[in-house]
């Protein structure tokens, strides 16, 4: 079992965004993507972010508003969103003064992946009904 | 964008654990892992489980004490742990009031992930300095 606490990581500022690659961790391809958490610090945004990566995020404290696709959407702690490769997306924190703290996975898309895709993603390959860990 | 609220997801019970798979969003391949919430209930413990799937959890809310390879670590909110390939592991909430809440993703090991691999995983591959969403 490897332990990586959130605390200890290594970050830098992307705007005012603090951003702790998992690179850092040194994990080669043992993670079929790329990780990171980051924080957007109270009443302020990131910056605009568009990129080939698909990217699933869970919200661990705060309230991100997503703003993608010309919408906006509360995502709250525990909860995740999904953004298509190429996907046009800015992150808000609307609270004035909690912190809104994100981890990130990030991976290139096999097929087209795209938001469209993505919205209309069918049970094609689905597992459900597979057995896996609990 | 796909929103995956957390609190309306279905769940099961495996023993005391609260289980929601995300087999029921039907994204067929488009995520390189399966993926599922789950919550320990205070003062209680999963069943002991064992798989071939390599896991990457982070604790949403509530400390995560992670048994495995005879070794108990303590695992704040917004850190995360990963098990190896096959190695058995119990998620203890010595909480007494709080719910333990944690999002997990797996997905079957490409090359030699067990734990001994993944305690000493090098640099190889790593893809450190490369960019990535931000």
């Known amino acids: 079992m490897r332990h990586f606490p959130s605390d200890s990581a290594e970050s830098y500022l992307i705007g005012v965004v603090d951003v702790a690659r998992w690179e850092q961790f040194q994990l080669g ?3 079929p993507f790329q990780a990171m958490w980051y924080t957007v610090p109270p009443a302020s ?3 605009q972010d568009c990129h080939p990566e698909v990217e699933l995020s869970v919200v661990i404290s705060g309230t991100a508003s ?3 696709s010309g919408e906006f959407t509360d995502v709250a702690p525990g909860s995740c ?4 490769s190429e996907e046009a ?4 924190n ?9 981890f990130t996975t990030y ?3 096999r097929t087209g992946d795209g938001p469209a895709e993505l919205a209309t993603a069918s049970a094609a390959g689905s597992g459900a009904g597979e057995e896996g860990p609990s």
């Open 29 to 31: 391809d043992t993670l």
């Open 45 to 47: 945004s990131s910056p």
């Open 66 to 68: 997503v703003e993608a």
């Open 81 to 84: 969103f999904l953004l298509g």
């Open 89 to 92: 997306h800015v992150i808000h």
């Open 94 to 102: 609307r609270s004035a003064d909690q912190p809104l703290f994100i």
């Open 107 to 109: 991976w290139m898309p």
